[in-house]
C-alpha cells in the first residue's frame, strides 16, 4: 500500500489523509449523533408529551428534565415557553422555533466537512491522472525512438491510482454525508411533531 501511495505523488498522499479524515469524521459525526439520540425512537419524549397532553405538567417536565436527546430537549423548551406567561402563543411559537433552530444546527455540525471531501476528492484524483499524464508524456517525447510502451503504460496506470483512490474516498463520504442528511431530516420533522402537538393541546386540555 505503501508503495501505490508512493508512485502516485504527493497528490495521493492528500487523498491518503483525506481518506484519514474521511473516516474519523464519519466514526465522530456516529458518537454525536447516538449522543442526540437520533436512534432512540423517542419513546421518552412522546411519554412525556402523552403526561402534557393528559395536564401532568410536572411528570411531563420531570421525565424530559436532564435528557441529552436533541427531541427531548426540544419538547422541554417547548413547554417551559408554553408555560411562560410573558410570552404570548405567537412568541412561545416563534421562541421554540428558535431553539429548534439552534439544536438543528448543533446536529449538521460536521456535515460541512464531509461535503467538501466528497467534492474535491475527484477532483484531486483528477488533478494527479492529469500530473501523471503529463510527466509520462514528457517521458516519452524525451525517448524519442527509443520509447518502450511498456514504461509508457506503467507511467499512466501510476497516474490513474489518483483518480480511483479520489473515487475511493468520495464514495463513502457521499453516501455517510446522504446518511446523517436523512436522520437530521427525519429528527427536523420528529421536532416539529412534537412542538405542535404541545402547542395545540396544552395542559389544560
Known sequence: MTDLIANGGVV??????????TVALILWKVWRLSLSGAWSGG?????????????E????????????SIRA????AAMSSRLDAGLSDAAAREDTARQARCLLAQLRV???????????APLLGLLGTVLGMIAAFQALQEAGVRADPATLAGGIWEALLTTAAGMGVAIPASMAL????S????????MEDDATRIFTRGPAA
Open 12 to 21: 495521493l498522499w492528500i487523498i491518503a489523509a483525506l481518506s484519514v479524515v
Open 43 to 55: 419513546r421518552v419524549t412522546t411519554e412525556a408529551i402523552s403526561h402534557w397532553q393528559a395536564g
Open 57 to 68: 405538567v410536572d411528570a411531563a417536565m420531570a421525565i424530559l428534565s436532564g435528557r441529552n
Open 73 to 76: 430537549r426540544l419538547a422541554l
Open 110 to 120: 460536521g456535515l460541512r466537512p464531509l461535503d467538501l471531501i466528497v467534492t474535491i
Open 178 to 181: 446522504t446518511w446523517f442528511d
Open 183 to 190: 436522520v437530521a431530516d427525519r429528527l427536523q420533522g420528529e
